[in-house]
């Protein structure tokens, strides 16, 4: 049984990708991080969100 990765919203990478199917980017994808950061920042949390917070949700290194 194939197993399906999903990306921090909880959409299975397979569905994401039949979905844009076709089309053009808009922008890149670091301005599509960038705004994906920024939006993230600003939701109401508990506790401040650190740049390690940002490198884990994004899948890159903190360091």
Same mark, same amino acid.
């Given at each position: 049984?194939?197993? &399906?990765?999903t990306g921090p919203d909880?959409?299975?990478?397979?569905a994401?990708?039949?979905s844009?199917?076709?089309?053009? =980017?808009?922008?890149?994808a &670091?301005?599509?991080y960038g705004i994906h950061c920024m939006l993230w920042l600003?939701?109401?949390r508990e506790?401040?969100?650190s =740049?390690?917070?940002?490198?884990e949700l994004q899948g890159v290194p903190s360091t």
């Open positions: 049984m194939k197993k &399906t990765a909880g959409v299975s990478e397979e994401a990708d039949s844009n199917a076709g089309r053009v =980017s808009l922008y890149g &670091t301005v599509e600003i939701a109401p506790k401040p969100v =740049s390690r917070d940002l490198a």
